[in-house]
RNA sequence: GGAGAGGUGGCUGAGCGGCCGAAAGCGGCGGUCUUGAAAACCGUUGAAGGGCGACCUUCCGGGGGUUCGAAUCCCUCCCUCUCCGCCA
């Protein structure tokens, strides 16, 4: 959520910022709005203190044993005008703050302005592009068919964008679980969280999934009492949501934490897009990184975070590169926004793997997350999260780039002590 | 699932329908004292919103109701704890 107070003050200029991403600020209605909302938060609040005022009076006519009766007639009609106005001030406070919840976050000044994906800037490579003696396969014909991966009993299962690992695959996929979480933890410093896959939609709110991307998330269906649980979409949401509605001591800040969870996505609106493969599921796993951190350090810790995440690849030894996406690209939340691409040879393409992002005080103005700054005022943190790395693709990265012409997968070193020292899979 | 107890400020914990944004203690901050620190003592200390401002409004788990007036009474939902049952 942006500040409404900026909002109010510099309109134009948000506007012009938030056109940048293509993003149409209703700057009428959004005016007209506000200015009804002074005259009658002004209005509501004056009968609230008249209101007060006279209930006092009646109180202290009742102690020292005076008649009331003139002092209750005087407030007889009151009532209804205050609730009137109340309500009506409820309602456009409520209509005001819809409006709020569905503005993007305005991108940052170093963020470069374009349109779509095509704008996007690259900013460095790193690794060597592995060259192959044959026609390098993809993932899909590495692993299917010699037990690796099915994705027809996953689809008979469940259904389209579904997979199913086994065996030695499946086991390769953990260890790269386990060898990120040791790496972040261990080498890194941030701390191992668990948290719950399902959450409230307060929480999705506090991250900016909702109101607006309801369509992009799974829902549990009502159980008839209370609201309904989603499955996450990210582990953003619940690792990010530890700090909602908090107050921080400034000395504990930066919090460093990293978790692993699958994460669930309806992929509405992909419909045709990647459709073979495991690039993109409905469930998958992903290992994430989570800052929250004091505003003047957020931009520096963003590239800190970025680098962590590109120590996976660096480990994995996977040719990557680094985005710095457009105004026109970058998330809804997000101020800032970097994408790591990682070299699949079978697609003989960069595919997105990680996205390190910003948010400034975005969904911490959303979700009241805050730290006592050295004046003694809360203030808004910043928050920041990126994958370390999307589990499933990095295990797509491994198969295609550390394949031989035998469709064999050698074990990257970094994860042989995690397969007990097994070197090399799969194969026919 | 059954029975009971409870949700109040950073924490603990009081709170006859009006004098309660809320006692007290702890913690925090400032000061006195001290070579310095501790102790002691004095003062101060919740959050959000509106207004240039004096100031005003709202907030005692969430929502609704009763009342001129609700932390306090009623309804409802959520959450926590204890016991029993069930269960990985």
């Known amino acids: 959520m942006l500040d409404p107070h900026r909002l109010r003050t510099d309109l134009e200029q948000v506007a012009k910022a938030l056109s940048h991403r293509g993003f149409v600020l209703p700057v ?8 009804r909302r002074k005259v009658l938060q002004t209005r509501t609040q004056e009968l609230q203190q008249l ?10 006519a009742k102690a020292s044993g005076q008649d009331v009766s003139a002092l209750l007639a005087e407030v007889a009609t009151m009532g209804d005008q205050l609730k009137q106005a109340e309500t009506e001030l409820e309602a456009l406070q409520a209509e005001l703050q819809g409006l709020l919840a569905g503005i993007p976050n305005i991108p940052a000044d170093s963020v470069p302005v374009g349109k779509g994906e095509e704008d996007n800037v690259e900013l460095r490579r790193w690794g060597s592009l592995p060259t ?18 099915d994705f027809e009993v996953a689809s008979k299962i469940s259904g389209a964008r579904f997979s199913v690992m086994k065996g030695e695959l499946a086991r390769l996929h953990r260890a790269l679980i386990q060898f990120m979480l040791d790496l972040h933890g261990r080498e890194h410093g941030y701390t191992e969280v668990y948290v719950p896959y399902l959450v409230n939609s307060d929480s999705l709110r506090g991250t900016g999934q909702l109101p607006k991307f309801e369509a992009e998330l ?6 008839g009492q209370g609201a309904p649980y989603y499955l996450i979409p990210t582990a953003e949401v619940p690792v990010t949501n530890l700090l ?33 493969g495991m690039i993109r599921q409905h469930q998958f796993e992903k290992v994430e990184l989570v800052q929250i951190v004091r505003p003047e350090q957020s931009y520096q810790v963003l590239e800190q975070l970025t680098a962590d995440a590109e120590t996976v690849l660096q480990r994995l030894e996977l040719p990557y590169r680094v985005l710095s996406l457009c105004t026109g690209d970058i998330g809804f939340s997000a101020a800032k926004t970097y994408d790591l691409e990682v070299w699949l ?75 007990a020292g097994c070197r090399v899979i799969g194969g026919r």
Not at 28 to 35: D, T
Not at 139 to 149: K, T
Not at 250 to 276: I, M, N, Q
Not at 394 to 419: F, K, S
Request: glycine fraction near 10%; aromatic fraction near 8%.
């Open 218 to 223: 799974f829902a549990l269906r009502d159980t």
């Open 244 to 276: 909602r509605d908090v107050i921080v001591e400034a000395e504990a800040l930066p919090l460093k934490f990293v978790a692993h969870t699958p994460c669930f996505r309806s992929e509405a609106g992909s419909y045709g897009k990647d459709t073979r």
């Open 28 to 35: 009428a209605v959004f005016s007209e709005l506000e200015g």
């Open 132 to 149: 192959f003696a044959f026609e390098p396969r993809d993932h899909v014909a590495l692993g299917d068919g010699n037990g690796l991966l």
């Open 51 to 60: 209101r007060n005022s006279r209930s006092k009076a009646i109180g202290q």
């Open 345 to 419: 040879p079978g697609q003989q393409k960069y595919r997105e793997i990680s996205s390190c992002s910003n948010f400034e005080d975005f969904q911490a103005r959303r979700m009241l997350a805050r730290w006592r700054s050295p004046g003694g005022k809360p203030e808004l943190v910043h928050t920041l999260n990126g994958s370390g790395l999307a589990v499933g693709r990095t295990l797509v990265a491994v198969m295609e780039n550390y394949q031989d012409d035998g469709g064999r997968i050698a074990v990257p070193e970094v994860l042989q002590p995690y397969m």
